[in-house]
């Protein structure tokens, strides 16, 4: 048979993607009478809301209608998960950006217009807008996470060697291609069609039903694709959902709601800064003995996803280590400036940074090479291998992991190369890392891990299937339809998957948490595999052989000698009254998790991977380039190399950005004056590492019961990327001359060179006291 599973197959919409003709939300013909909205956005931080004048709006020719959170007929409230989110700003705005009222007109550039001429009076409020000062008055979203295992201060204490410290770790603006978009559509009843570029399409059905007032079942929402992302769209792509289906409501004409470049990056909430705080002791070969570690999250002003997000950093904080006496606590500050949300990672990213550079520390410290400091507290099979949850992990593939790195990357040799080269050049500066990463698969929320699939053989053989999971450019599409193919042994050109819709596979969770894969391609091959039964009953009489012997591959059906095509073997069971339509649902098992305790089983199974970066640093300027990563990663069994390899390239260059170079910034007054390309930098082309060598886990099935023993692939391979700003840190304590180096992320040139030159100062502080 000619497996469909586990092969290089492009994208689906590939072509579509290189020709422009994959077609989005704005790209959708649009129905006849549409108006278009626009957004009135506070300018103030913190303010009590006096008075909304909407008139001078509303005289505007064009302008159909304008409405504030009092207009609003059902539920204002569209928290996902802790009650405080209403979808237009009620009585109070809690930060620079917040919509406060929303027009609709018959064109763009007039609501745009009568948008600007909305009329509010505040009265302003104090205003947190830092970390450190929600910490301080203990403004907290949540009440904080704590894991706990043995006695930290009393092992900190104990230890041979002891070190204190704290870190800054920025966000990040998810900046997918399409931003924010949804067209609303009125339809007969009091019913809603929603067109909408959510990750989350039963979140946005229920809140837009909320608002509205009406039943879930009186929304449907449609979404074929959206142009990236990368859990921006997880949550917030709701409230913008409800401001265009309450127009389309107050109107009754369908309404396009879509943010321009500035307006999405203000409004829309980003991936969380953290301050880190921590107190660790280690012997002399850097092996930890007791770790406390504080994470805390900015969350913004509201809870959004933070507590789960805040969770996930906790979880992570271990990293690739095991911690024998350990404290963490993780906070989810409130401040006011826009509530923080889902990205890439969920947190996971941030509590394992945080760790390796505390790992990093320990190795400078000792004045020992970081990796020998990382082998010393790797997780072990046997024994050392039980988390800060008490989750025990089975399936630990580092070290041999380790070694095929350390030989592919030949890191020994390049790591005495880089001394005798920086040994040799005074204002230029090499530096390399390598790290690991760890990463538990599963939603923390345990009731989130369930999918469905619709799936359909129509009497020609031809199969279409309808899953929970939304594609955003990852290839999950792709994914599903070959694993319904190998299930059904049919070629995949017979496969079509269309686009999700709520009204036809309810309640779904959204496609985030690296789990799209994993449960709906388990959903969907449930489905396929009902069907094939079916099929077999129909086939077996007719091949003269008991159903089941019968074989379903290469488009045939099989058994005792004899075979006929899946084509007509489909045929007859129609003929024969034969149902071939299947549901399919699929649930993670042996998961679960008792916060009370901070105990249990979050993770399913964990995806792993290393990577060694390496850099060169003008000591000048700052300015540095990657020169060369060494990157492996598992995939398990891959479902599909060329996307998985896609997934792993691109996760670790956006993380590169969010630990290099996209930097956020707010002034004094709570506003993003970071908020276009022109002021914000990400990744291009040009800050690939000039030499890039990716590769695969080959050999490795997953241990656990996953689709065709595959691992998720979407969100691990980001942290790869923390090798890369560590290998900045080794060429500054280069430039420097010392090991004491400080490094916030992002690393920009501009933090890298003022990191040289305070690890200068520093390294020249005691020799200046000691001459006094």
Same mark, same amino acid.
């Given at each position: ?13 590939? /072509? ?25 956005? !506070? ?7 006096? !008075?909304?004048?909407?008139?001078? %709006? ?7 209608? #304008? ?8 539920? +204002? ?24 009222? #929303? ?35 203990? =403004?907290?979203?949540?009440? +904080? $996470? ?37 067209? %609303? ?32 079942? #009186? ?26 289906? $309450? ?37 002399? %070969? ?121 030989? =592919? ?37 345990? &009731? ?13 053989? =031809? ?35 269309? /686009? ?5 596979? +309810? ?57 006929? *095509? &899946? ?14 339509? /299947? ?12 916060? %009370? ?85 990400? *990744?291009?082309?040009?800050?690939? *590492? ?12 997953? *241990? ?44 920009? +040139? ?23």
């Amino acid at each position: 048979m000619t497996s469909v599973v586990h092969k290089p197959i492009r994208h689906d919409s590939a /072509a579509k993607h290189v020709a422009g003709t994959a077609r989005y939300i704005d790209d959708l013909p649009e129905p006849e009478g549409l108006l278009h909205a626009a957004l009135c956005l !506070s300018d103030r931080a913190h303010a009590k809301i006096l !008075s909304i004048d909407l008139s001078a %709006a509303l005289a505007l020719p064009g302008v159909a209608a #304008a409405i504030t959170v009092q207009d609003v007929p059902g539920d +204002p409230d569209i928290a996902p998960v802790i009650k405080g989110e209403p979808v237009l700003a009620k009585g109070v705005v809690e930060f620079h950006g917040q919509p406060v009222a #929303a027009i609709a007109a018959t064109d763009l550039a007039t609501a745009r217009r009568a948008a600007r001429l909305v009329r509010v009076t505040y009265e302003d409020l104090p205003a947190i807008l830092s970390i450190e000062e929600a910490l301080d008055k203990q =403004s907290l979203l949540m009440p +904080p $996470l704590g894991l706990k295992r043995g006695d930290a201060a009393g092992a900190i204490a104990r230890a041979p060697h002891k070190l204190s410290g704290e870190l800054r770790l920025g966000g990040q603006d998810h900046f997918y291609l399409e931003g924010q978009v949804s067209i %609303a559509e009125p339809r007969e009843d009091g019913d809603m069609m929603m067109r909408c570029s959510t990750q989350h399409p039963s979140e946005v059905q229920k809140l837009v039903a909320r608002v509205l007032g009406r039943p879930m079942h #009186a929304v449907t929402v449609e979404c074929r694709r959206m142009g990236g992302g990368f859990g921006g769209k997880e949550t917030q792509a709701a409230q913008f959902a409800c401001i265009a289906a $309450l127009l389309a409501l107050r109107t009754g004409r369908p309404v396009k709601l879509r943010l321009d470049r500035d307006e999405d990056m203000i409004t829309t909430g980003k991936r969380h800064d953290f301050l880190v705080r921590y107190d660790v002791g280690f012997d002399d %070969a850097g092996r930890i003995l007791g770790y406390d570690l504080m994470l805390a999250a900015r969350g913004g002003w509201a809870a959004d996803l933070t507590g789960a997000i805040v969770d996930r950093a906790v979880f992570h904080a271990d990293s690739s280590y095991y911690l024998p006496d350990v404290t963490i606590t993780g906070y989810g500050c409130k401040t006011n400036t826009v509530s923080n949300t889902a990205f890439r990672g969920f947190g996971g990213p941030q509590g394992m940074a945080a760790t390796e550079y505390v790992i990093d520390e320990i190795a400078r410290h000792l004045d020992r090479d970081p990796l020998e400091v990382r082998l010393a507290n790797l997780y072990g099979r046997d024994d050392r291998n039980v988390t800060p949850y008490f989750q025990t992990i089975r399936d630990n593939i580092l070290p041999e992991l380790f070694d095929e790195i350390l030989a =592919s990357s030949d890191y020994k040799k390049r790591r005495q190369e880089i001394d005798t080269f920086n040994a040799q050049s005074p204002h230029v500066k090499k530096g390399l890392a390598i790290t690991p990463v760890k990463f538990g698969i599963s939603f923390t929320t345990t &009731f989130l891990n369930q999918a469905g699939a619709l799936v359909l053989i129509y009497e020609d053989g =031809s199969v279409q299937i309808n899953h929970g999971g939304t594609e955003m450019g990852q290839g999950l599409y792709v994914k599903v339809a070959q694993v319904v193919a190998e299930t059904l042994g049919v070629a995949l050109d017979k496969i079509r998957i269309t /686009a999700t819709r709520t009204d036809k596979v +309810p309640n779904t969770s959204a496609t985030a948490a690296s789990s799209g894969a994993d449960l709906n391609g388990k959903a969907a091959e449930h489905a396929a595999l009902d069907l094939r039964g079916r099929l077999a009953q129909v086939a077996a009489p007719l091949l003269g052989v008991p159903a089941e012997q019968i074989v379903f591959r290469d488009d045939m059906v099989s058994g005792g000698g004899k075979a006929l *095509p &899946f084509a007509e073997v489909a045929h007859k069971a129609w003929l024969a009254r034969v149902s071939l339509a /299947a549901s399919g649902f699929y649930a993670t098992p042996d998961i679960h998790f008792d916060r %009370a305790s901070g105990r249990g089983n979050p993770f399913y199974y964990f995806a792993y991977g290393v990577a060694a970066t390496e850099a060169i640093v003008d000591c000048f300027t700052g300015e540095y380039r990657f020169t060369r990563a060494d990157l492996l990663h598992d995939c398990g069994n891959s479902l599909n190399p060329a996307i998985d390899l896609g997934q792993v390239e691109g996760g670790y260059v956006q993380g590169l950005g969010w630990l290099t170079m996209e930097e956020l910034w707010w002034d004094d007054r709570g506003r993003l004056r970071t908020h276009a390309p022109s002021t914000y930098k990400i *990744p291009t082309a040009r800050d690939l *590492p000039a030499d890039f060598r990716v590769k695969l886990v080959h050999g490795r099935a997953n *241990p656990a019961q996953t689709v065709y023993r595959s691992k998720a692939v979407g969100e691990p391979p980001f942290m790869l990327a923390i090798s890369g700003w560590l290998a900045l840190k080794d060429a500054i304590a280069a430039a420097a001359g010392t090991s004491l180096v400080h490094l916030d992320a992002p690393a920009t +040139p501009e933090r890298v060179l003022l990191a040289i030159e305070a690890a200068k100062r520093q390294a020249k502080a005691p020799t200046t006291m000691a001459a006094k």
